[in-house]
């Protein structure tokens, strides 16, 4: 049978290549990574890599020597010849064939090998072991939660309808299609009749320059538990989209959309994705994708957003496509996974335009929540009326007093009867008088395969910490409260346990789950898949909301801190900020242009090499010169200020936009605010900008009786993570550090 080229590709013009584009993931191991035209053979995955595969079947890819028939191929699985599931792909610049690719199925998860060979000609022979998984997961982040509720039958699709009943305990769906069609009048409305065209139907064109009616095809099923959608221009007169004849309104990139949330983010499937019907993406020929799983209001574990990410991209690029990039998108719980699954499991997303944002929920979040929690019960039940409404704010660091009982109540995702998602029956729910044995609500527990279990309670351990944080240090020594009240403040703030409840003590960290966080990356470190990805990050500012807000602007300037501590520079890193009247959406104007931009660098990057090539210097080098941090005026038509955003509010976005600092951050912590549990010294008179009486001192020094936090030190447990594409089971070989 001959395998003639069904496709014609110009490497030579760096067009769209299909098939002969970068690896969803990069360097896979066990597998060779050449294309075609060398001097061997090779044989690679392009869908996902060989040991993380799932659903039964992957893309391959088989790089053909030049000199080689490409008919001469002969491919197997396991013995048995798959050859006929290969086509060919040519240069434009000679008949001498660039690759084949196919889809191999029927794969084993106890292991698949295939071949690539030239019978008759020795030598001529690649060889490349693949590991499958269920569809249903789990692949990498470890045994299966349960509970798990099931969201099928509140699921709307586009037409209002649901998904209806779950087809098995791990609430399957049949896949199905629908179609919709942006109205002249901005809206997106179903498509009842796939061969009709309303009369109101819109036309768009693509970043191509492809000009289509703006029909939208959006693919629904199940894939790791989660539901996950696939939405793009195309036209349902048109034959179906496939590999090897993609959709003509498709621009042949892929946008990952990220949900936020993150309380109650536990035991549920969930009934949302991170959204795939933007007009403004889909307008300009992106597909969009996401998952229920990638919503952290449906699951709060970066991990498991992570593995379903993967899954989700590994059914796209089997079924549409290699993408030429994948740009992650998403706000709060969006960022997190962002940032994370960049760092950690590099090649799934290519570029991430974030917003709102975090560097991880397991640091900076959740003490700034923690410290919160502590200051708003210490403020109004421990020492009433002890302090001025500005003192408790100077204490706290944030710009309104309110963000302290605003944060206080987000520390719910640390108690574990607080917050369930309303699926979750009541008889299911933790309870320590009732139902001890129940499912606990907590970011802790929702990654227990992470961070292991206290043999005598069976809850989660937990890297948090409070342990000789002086609360309020910069107040003391900036003369806002007296040393009676920081003291007080700092002998009776107390911690909390396992269950949330208030102790006197202080709450000291769990070693293992503390080195656990860091070394699988839950803590973001920057310096790995990070350290090369081009990243826009944007705030909407949120520090001055009347009621408080957790979106501060700190955090922006934490991960960017990061990013130098671990790289020497965060040049890859642009920030862009302006007002809240957008919020996080394609109707900012400071984000349609961080789309555009973003597009022009990955465009440039992905013309250079492919992407396990790009190294932070490449990064830099091809970022668009118009793409610089600014802010935009509060104008009612804003203004575009080009200027390096900081942490020290210089110049005009500082005096716009101020950032202020958390509790930790008063209580002296770095800026980079990755320190759990620090390393403590003896209480210092020196130290201090004021004096002590001796009583105090003796006072002070009983407050912490282990010391005070060393911050020029890192933190116990403290280091960079173990390695990129790192595994909690059932997957094997990932992991080591590239």
Same mark, same amino acid.
Request: aromatic content about 6%; glycine content about 12%; overall charge negative.
């Given at each position: 049978?001959?395998?003639?080229?069904?496709?014609?590709?110009?490497?030579?013009?760096?067009?769209?290549?299909?098939?002969c584009?970068?690896s969803?993931?990069?360097?896979?191991?066990?597998?060779?990574?050449?294309?075609?035209?060398?001097?061997?053979?090779?044989?690679?995955?392009?869908?996902?890599?060989?040991d993380?595969?799932?659903?039964?079947?992957?893309?391959?890819?088989?790089?053909v020597?030049?000199?080689?028939d490409p008919?001469?191929?002969?491919?197997?699985r396991d013995?048995?010849?798959?050859?006929?599931?290969?086509?060919?792909?040519?240069?434009?610049?000679?008949?001498?064939?660039?690759?084949?690719?196919?889809?191999?199925?029927?794969?084993?998860?106890?292991?698949?090998?295939?071949?690539?060979?030239?019978?008759?000609?020795?030598?001529?022979?690649?060889?490349?072991?693949?590991?499958?998984?269920?569809?249903?997961?789990?692949v990498?982040?470890?045994?299966?939660?349960?509970?798990?509720?099931?969201?099928?039958?509140?699921?709307?699709?586009?037409d209002?309808?649901t998904?209806?009943?779950?087809?098995?305990?791990?609430?399957?769906?049949?896949?199905?299609?629908?179609?919709?069609?942006?109205?002249?009048?901005?809206?997106?409305?179903?498509?009842?009749?796939?061969?009709?065209?309303?009369?109101?139907?819109?036309?768009?064109?693509?970043?191509?320059?492809a000009?289509?009616?703006?029909?939208?095809?959006?693919?629904?099923?199940?894939?790791?538990r989660?539901?996950?959608?696939?939405?793009?221009?195309?036209?349902?007169?048109?034959?179906?989209?496939?590999?090897?004849?993609?959709?003509?309104?498709?621009? =042949?990139?892929?946008?990952? *959309?990220? +949900?936020? #949330? %993150?309380? $109650? @983010?536990? /035991?549920?499937?969930?009934?949302?994705?991170?959204?795939?019907?933007?007009?403004e993406?889909?307008?300009r020929?992106?597909?969009?994708?996401?998952?229920?799983?990638?919503?952290?209001?449906?699951?709060?574990?970066?991990?498991?957003?992570?593995?379903?990410?993967?899954?989700?991209?590994?059914?796209?690029?089997?079924?549409? =496509?290699?993408?030429?990039? *994948?740009? +992650?998108? #998403? %706000?709060? $719980? @969006?960022? /997190?996974?962002?940032?994370?699954?960049?760092?950690?499991?590099p090649?799934?997303?290519?570029?991430?335009?974030?917003?709102?944002?975090?560097?991880?929920?397991?640091?900076?979040?959740?003490?700034?929540?923690?410290?919160?929690?502590?200051?708003?019960?210490?403020?109004?039940?421990?020492?009433?009326?002890?302090?001025?409404?500005?003192?408790?704010?100077?204490?706290? +660091?944030?710009?309104e007093?309110?963000?302290i009982?605003?944060?206080?109540?987000?520390?719910?995702?640390?108690?574990?009867?607080?917050?369930?998602?309303?699926?979750?029956?009541?008889?299911?729910?933790?309870?320590?008088?009732?139902?001890?044995?129940?499912?606990?609500?907590?970011?802790?527990?929702?990654t227990?395969?992470?961070y292991?279990?206290?043999?005598?309670?069976?809850?989660?351990?937990?890297?948090?910490d409070?342990?000789?944080?002086?609360?309020g240090?910069?107040?003391?020594?900036?003369?806002?409260?007296t040393?009676e009240?920081?003291?007080?403040?700092n002998?009776?703030?107390?911690?909390?346990?396992?269950?949330?409840?208030f102790t006197?003590?202080?709450?000291a960290?769990d070693?293992?789950?503390?080195?656990?966080?860091?070394?699988?990356?839950?803590?973001?470190?920057g310096?790995?898949?990070?350290?090369?990805?081009?990243?826009?990050?944007?705030?909407s500012?949120?520090?001055?909301l009347?009621?408080?807000?957790?979106?501060?602007?700190?955090?922006?300037?934490?991960?960017?801190?990061?990013?130098?501590?671990?790289?020497g520079d965060?040049?890859?890193?642009?920030?862009?900020?302006e007002?809240?009247r957008?919020?996080?959406?394609?109707?900012?104007?400071?984000?349609?242009?961080?789309?555009?931009?973003?597009?022009?660098?990955?465009?440039?990057l992905?013309?250079?090499s492919?992407?396990?090539?790009?190294?932070?210097?490449?990064?830099v080098a091809?970022?668009?010169?118009?793409?610089?941090?600014?802010?935009?005026?509060?104008?009612?038509?804003?203004?575009?200020?080009?200027?390096?955003?900081?942490?020290?509010?210089?110049?005009?976005?500082?005096?716009?936009?101020?950032?202020?600092?958390?509790?930790?951050?008063?209580a002296?912590?770095?800026?980079?605010?990755?320190?759990?549990a620090?390393?403590r010294?003896a209480?210092?008179?020196?130290?201090?900008?004021?004096?002590?009486?001796?009583?105090?001192?003796?006072?002070?020094?009983?407050?912490?009786?282990?010391?005070?936090?060393?911050?020029?030190?890192?933190?116990?447990?403290?280091?960079?993570?173990?390695?990129?594409?790192?595994?909690?089971?059932?997957?094997?070989?990932?992991?080591?550090?590239?």
């Open positions: 049978m001959s395998r003639r080229p069904v496709l014609a590709i110009a490497l030579a013009t760096g067009a769209l290549l299909l098939t584009l970068p969803a993931a990069a360097e896979r191991p066990g597998g060779d990574k050449e294309g075609g035209g060398g001097e061997r053979l090779t044989i690679d995955t392009l869908s996902t890599r060989p993380v595969v799932t659903g039964g079947d992957v893309l391959v890819r088989v790089g020597p030049g000199g080689v008919d001469d191929v002969r491919v197997t013995g048995t010849d798959v050859t006929s599931a290969f086509t060919a792909a040519f240069t434009a610049a000679d008949s001498a064939p660039a690759t084949l690719t196919g889809l191999v199925s029927s794969l084993r998860e106890d292991g698949s090998r295939l071949v690539a060979a030239v019978p008759g000609r020795p030598g001529a022979r690649a060889a490349l072991r693949v590991r499958d998984h269920p569809s249903t997961g789990p990498i982040s470890g045994p299966h939660e349960r509970p798990f509720v099931c969201g099928t039958q509140s699921f709307k699709l586009v209002g309808s998904l209806g009943p779950p087809l098995d305990e791990d609430c399957s769906i049949a896949t199905r299609v629908d179609h919709a069609y942006r109205s002249t009048d901005g809206s997106v409305k179903p498509l009842a009749d796939p061969a009709s065209r309303p009369a109101d139907l819109a036309t768009t064109t693509t970043t191509t320059g000009r289509v009616p703006f029909l939208i095809r959006i693919e629904t099923g199940t894939l790791n989660g539901v996950y959608q696939i939405s793009m221009l195309a036209d349902p007169a048109a034959p179906e989209p496939t590999r090897t004849r993609p959709a003509e309104g498709w621009n =042949g990139r892929l946008m990952y *959309t990220f +949900g936020g #949330g %993150c309380r $109650g @983010g536990w /035991y549920t499937q969930g009934a949302d994705t991170g959204g795939v019907l933007d007009t993406m889909l307008g020929g992106y597909a969009v994708a996401s998952s229920s799983l990638n919503v952290f209001g449906n699951n709060c574990n970066d991990l498991l957003a992570s593995e379903t990410m993967m899954m989700v991209k590994e059914h796209f690029v089997e079924r549409y =496509g290699v993408p030429r990039f *994948t740009i +992650g998108w #998403g %706000c709060s $719980g @969006g960022s /997190y996974q962002s940032y994370q699954i960049s760092d950690n499991y090649g799934l997303l290519d570029g991430i335009i974030v917003g709102c944002s975090f560097p991880d929920v397991t640091s900076a979040t959740n003490t700034t929540l923690l410290d919160s929690r502590l200051l708003d019960h210490y403020f109004t039940a421990t020492a009433p009326g002890g302090f001025s409404a500005e003192q408790q704010r100077a204490v706290a +660091g944030f710009r007093r309110a963000s009982p605003n944060l206080s109540d987000g520390a719910k995702r640390l108690d574990p009867d607080a917050e369930f998602p309303a699926a979750l029956p009541a008889d299911q729910r933790y309870d320590a008088r009732s139902n001890p044995d129940g499912a606990r609500g907590t970011v802790f527990d929702h227990v395969n992470v292991g279990t206290d043999r005598r309670t069976g809850a989660a351990l937990r890297p948090l409070n342990v000789g944080v002086q609360y240090l910069d107040a003391l020594n900036e003369g806002v409260i040393t009240q920081f003291i007080d403040l002998s009776r703030v107390g911690g909390i346990d396992r269950d949330a409840e006197a003590a202080r709450t960290a070693g293992r789950a503390t080195e656990a966080a860091y070394g699988t990356g839950r803590i973001l470190w310096g790995a898949g990070l350290a090369t990805t081009p990243v826009i990050d944007h705030r500012y949120t520090d001055d009347p009621g408080g807000d957790i979106h501060m602007a700190v955090h922006g300037f934490s991960t960017r801190a990061r990013l130098i501590a671990a790289n965060a040049d890859n890193q642009v920030m862009l900020a007002d809240n957008h919020g996080f959406s394609l109707k900012s104007p400071a984000l349609r242009y961080a789309l555009t931009e973003m597009d022009t660098w990955l465009t440039s992905t013309a250079l492919p992407r396990e090539e790009w190294t932070a210097r490449d990064v091809r970022k668009p010169a118009s793409l610089t941090d600014a802010c935009w005026t509060k104008d009612a038509e804003p203004r575009k200020i080009e200027q390096r955003l900081g942490y020290d509010n210089a110049g005009d976005c500082g005096a716009l936009y101020p950032a202020f600092p958390t509790p930790r951050l008063v002296g912590a770095p800026l980079a605010d990755d320190v759990i620090c390393r010294e209480v210092d008179p020196a130290d201090y900008a004021v004096t002590f009486t001796g009583a105090e001192l003796r006072r002070l020094r009983a407050a912490f009786p282990g010391g005070v936090c060393d911050w020029s030190k890192n933190g116990a447990g403290q280091r960079p993570h173990g390695g990129t594409w790192q595994s909690m089971g059932p997957a094997v070989g990932g992991g080591g550090a590239r």
